[in-house]
């Protein structure tokens, strides 16, 4: 049974918005750092956006002021709405849970969802 599911990809022009989803299970502890990371073909895979158990949230600079993440701990959901989406943010959308201060510097140590496809045209 997957720990994480994403929901929410789809394709939209430039200057659109999309709100991505993360069902968390309930196996996924409590206190883990959540976060979304993407990646395009040929690219690397990128940190998009962490938040905290205590919700302190990072982003990455290419997406401040557009994105942003939140954790509904009653729905166990995470979420990533995302607004004034531009071609450059069409990717793969990856979920990910891990030990707080290493979803991003040891992302092999995370859990992770499937991903979920964005596309934006221009």
């Known amino acids: 049974q997957p720990q994480l599911v994403e929901s929410g990809g789809d394709s939209v022009q430039a200057g659109g918005s999309l709100r991505l989803s993360c069902a968390i299970s309930?196996?996924?502890?409590?206190?883990?750092?959540m976060g979304w990371f993407r990646q395009a073909p040929g690219n690397e895979r990128e940190g998009v956006a962490t938040?905290?158990?205590?919700?302190?949230?990072t982003y990455v600079n290419s997406v401040k002021g557009r994105f942003t993440i939140s954790k509904d701990n009653s729905k166990n959901i995470l979420y990533l709405q995302m607004n004034n989406l531009k071609p450059e943010d069409t990717a793969m959308y990856y979920c990910?849970?891990?030990?707080?201060?290493?979803?991003?510097?040891?992302?092999?140590?995370?859990?992770w969802g499937q991903g979920t496809q964005v596309t934006v045209s221009s």
């Open positions: 990910a849970a891990g030990l707080s201060g290493w979803l991003l510097e040891r992302p092999e140590t995370n859990t």
């Open positions: 309930k196996y996924v502890a409590s206190d883990y750092q």
């Open positions: 938040i905290d158990p205590d919700g302190t949230t």
